[in-house]
């Protein structure tokens, strides 16, 4: 089976502190994994996506996250987090035996405090 | 600019009846996708499309139906038989539908339906 787990439902920073949201996988295959960001009341927007290449990935407005095959573990970080950060995050897992199905964490929360 | 354009932003219901969302893209997509987005759940995805006139049903698919007539559009019908309808909904297209494809889903702004 194929599943993703987002380990915390809220997280909360200071502004210009470092950013970490953790998400692990169970794939039986090699997934495409991708973070997708969204603002109130707005669609989706694709941060970065993971898709057997180089293991750290850099996306848009600051963000990257690792692929750890061994931990199953495809966290999502930023260096200094900025107010307009502030957003829902989601991780999510393609492929294998869900085909061409997305499957989504239930989502995390970050709050940016000034 | 291209991208995926759903309306209306708000949507109202009266118990009974049935209503259409509508979902277009210009961003010559073959794959689209309607997902419902309810808090805490992530989202789920309701049906999907891989090409014209061709579509499958996703992982909640009762109470729902959708056309493919066109290769922009992808109308979500929310019917009568859908007993808890209120939700957030997102439309998705991709370039490639393929299984093993790493193309990204590019998102609409969603509409929300609300019963009155």
Known sequence: ?114 | DGGITQSPKYLFRKEGQNVTLSCEQNLNHDAMYWYRQDPGQGLRLIYYSQIVNDFQKGDIAEGYSVSREKKESFPLTVTSAQKNPTAFYLCASSKDPGAYSNQPQHFGDGTRLSIL
């Not at chain 1, 502190?17 to 707005?42: A, D, G, I």
């Not at chain 1, 293991?55 to 970080?77: Q, R, Y």
């Open chain 1, 1 to 114: 089976a194929q599943s993703v787990t987002q380990l915390d439902s809220h997280v909360s920073v200071s502004e210009g502190t470092p950013v970490l949201l953790r998400c692990n996988y169970s794939s039986s295959y090699s997934p495409s994994l991708f973070w997708y960001v969204q603002h109130p009341n707005k669609g989706l927007q694709l941060l970065l996506k993971y898709t057997s290449a180089a293991t750290l990935v850099k996306g848009i407005n600051g963000f990257e996250a690792e692929f750890k095959k061994s931990e199953t573990s495809f966290h999502l970080t930023k260096p200094s987090a900025h107010m307009s950060d502030a957003a829902e995050y989601f991780c999510v897992v393609r492929g294998g035996e869900y085909g061409n199905k997305l499957v989504f964490g239930a989502g995390t929360i970050l709050r940016v405090k000034s």
